[in-house]
């Protein structure tokens, strides 16, 4: 991503341009400079169900269609109460405030501290959950409600190579079709000594599993980049409070 800064101190991100870059140089991007002032998001969480728990969580934003992380204080991406490297962590209200977001386009991106999964996530009765937040023009957002329910599935499995156990395979868990532009329930695991492996907080859905013996971001991981290993992969469904099994066989390096 390219970003621009302001020169108060500390320095204020004021643009933020996904750019995507292969085996070429990249030349001539013009990076717009927004006339718009940075936003502030508030939120908070709730769960399904009780009005007695409060969940524990931190909260970040992802520009959509970028792989850099929305950052936090200290350089300009934006900041909150209990901000560590670019997370914003709950009040114990379960509120949560994050600062100087510039406009763009952005996924919200949930890290919980007990089980459980996003169920919900709206604005002003808009269900942002899958679309993301849009303040492409600087718009003004209401307050953030996401929704968590405490019946998220189970997926577990063992890993071979061979006729033996794989430990310490790279497990990656990514949704089935595949998002281009979300990370949005993107999960990964390393096999332990007897090959075996666990994801917990998964929410319903159709997945796919796979296991390589060399880690890689999974953030960068698009359907192209699967289809070659399509036969290695195992696919799981899950409901809520679902736990699946699945075999997996390493992928063998080229």
Known sequence: SAMTFGRNAPPQMLTLVPVIVTDHDVEGMVIPNTPHEPATITGKFKMEGSSDTVPRATVSLQPLGATLPFRGPGNGFGNGPGNSNG??????????SIENVVPGKYEVQVSLQDPGYVKAITAGGADLLKAGIDLSQGQSLPPLEILI???AATIQG???QGDDPA??????????????DSQRLRMSATSDDSGN?????VAPGDYRVYAWQERFPL????AADLQPYASYGASASVEENDQKQVELEVVPLP
Do not use: C, M
Not at 87 to 96: A, C, E, I, S, Y
Not at 197 to 201: A, E, H, K, V, W
Not at 219 to 222: E, F, G, M, S
């Open 87 to 96: 997370n914003v962590h709950t009040q114990p209200d379960g509120t949560f």
């Open 167 to 180: 430990a310490g395979a790279y497990v990656p868990l990514v949704p089935e079709p595949l998002p281009a």
């Open 197 to 201: 492996f666990s994801f917990q907080g």
């Open 219 to 222: 953030r960068i991981i698009d």
């Open 158 to 160: 063992t890993v071979n």
């Open 149 to 151: 329910s405490s019946k």
